[in-house]
């Protein structure tokens, strides 16, 4: 069974730091990882999504990475600011085969607090 | 713009009774999920269709239904809501892509308190 972790759980920064959030999963194979983005009461947005074949992605000042053979992925901010501030989850996506295709395994998120 | 819809956003119901949560998206995903997300467990799968007339059960499917007849929707049914049940619930979609699938796209959720 899939088990998917994210270290630290709350992370408070000053504005300007670059900082990394990190997600790791038990089963090295799956078929791609997810980031998400939180904001309170509201439901989840996609950041990035990295395919097993890729190493990396990009988008503005994030930039996610993927090693499977370690289980382990971060998600990287440059330059933060306070609308930054959110949960931001990983989830891991099983390959298909078996009756779980495409299924995403959810880290339980980490609470970023960028402050001015 | 395409997009994913849920109803009511706000739920509250009483222990026994039946209550269907509502799933629209306007993407023409093959693919529609549910989760429910609890503080301490974080977002756990509950049933999930790759396309119509199909369901599947996720890791928390007890005293939950799904059934899909048509691509756009895909209603949550509680037969006989618990306090357990408690929770806020999240519909999902995505399309499926050559040899794989693309990002899941969420809609903005549904709160249920079961008194």
């Known amino acids: 069974k899939q088990e998917v972790t994210q270290i630290p759980a709350a992370l408070s920064v000053p504005e300007g730091e670059n900082l990394v959030l990190n997600c790791s999963f038990t089963?090295?194979?799956?078929?791609?990882l997810q980031w998400f983005r939180q904001d309170p009461g509201k439901g989840l947005t996609s950041l990035l999504l990295i395919q097993s074949s890729q190493r990396e992605q990009t988008s503005g000042r994030l930039n996610a990475s993927l090693d499977k053979s370690s289980g382990r992925s971060t998600l990287y901010i440059a330059a933060s600011q306070p609308g930054d501030s959110a949960t931001y989850l990983c989830a891991a996506i099983s390959p298909p085969g078996g009756g779980s295709n495409y299924k995403l395994t959810f880290g339980k998120g980490t609470l970023l607090t960028v402050n001015p | 713009d395409a997009e994913i819809t849920q109803s009511p956003r706000h739920k509250i119901t009483e222990t026994g009774r039946q209550v269907t949560l509502a799933c629209h998206q306007t993407?023409?995903?093959?693919?529609m999920f549910w989760y429910r997300q609890d503080l301490g467990h974080g977002l756990r799968l509950i049933h999930y269709?790759?396309?119509?007339?199909?369901?599947n059960k996720g890791e928390v499917s007890d005293g939950y239904s799904v059934s899909r007849s048509n691509t756009e929707d895909l209603p949550l049914t509680l037969e006989s809501a618990a306090s357990s049940q408690t929770s806020v619930y999240f519909c999902?979609?995505?399309?499926?892509?050559?040899?794989?699938?693309?990002?899941?796209?969420f809609g903005p959720g549904t709160r249920l308190t079961v008194l």
């Open positions: 993407w023409n995903h093959n693919n």
């Open positions: 999902a979609s995505s399309r499926t892509v050559t040899g794989g699938t693309d990002t899941q796209y």
């Open positions: 269709s790759y396309g119509v007339q199909d369901t």
């Open positions: 089963d090295s194979a799956i078929y791609n």
